[in-house]
């Protein structure tokens, strides 16, 4: 069973960096893409950044520049660094497994909050 696990949320003023991380069990994390997606308030949840499985890493046009997806394999641990947050990065921010049959498995869940 996969079950990813986030952590790293919080509060953070403008300007402010947080690193998420999200952590899962099981064998198939090296050889899955990985993704990071944000529920803002009254909004739809949109990707921010994936992660092949080979370490090619994509970017919603918002975030590029600022935000840094990353994997380790040997501690089945994804990451998001987030960099020079901004009040509208608030949201729930979810990391997603796509393993190579195509099953998806969500994280809980971690409350990022930008504010002054």
């Known amino acids: 069973q996969v079950q990813p696990v986030e952590s790293g949320g919080g509060l953070v003023q403008p300007g402010g960096s947080l690193r998420l991380s999200c952590a899962a069990s099981?064998?198939?994390?090296?050889?899955?893409?990985m993704g990071w997606y944000r529920r803002g308030p009254g909004k739809q949840r949109d990707l921010v950044a994936r992660?092949?499985?080979?370490?090619?890493?994509n970017y919603a046009p918002s975030v590029e520049g600022r935000f840094t997806v990353s994997r380790d394999n040997a501690k089945n641990t994804l990451y998001l660094q987030m960099n020079s947050l901004k009040v509208e990065d608030t949201g729930v921010y979810y990391c997603?497994?796509?393993?190579?049959?195509?099953?998806?498995?969500w994280g809980q869940g971690n409350q990022v909050t930008v504010s002054s």
């Open positions: 997603t497994i796509t393993t190579l049959s195509g099953i998806d498995y």
């Open positions: 099981g064998s198939i994390f090296s050889s899955s893409a």
């Open positions: 992660i092949s499985r080979s370490g090619t890493a």
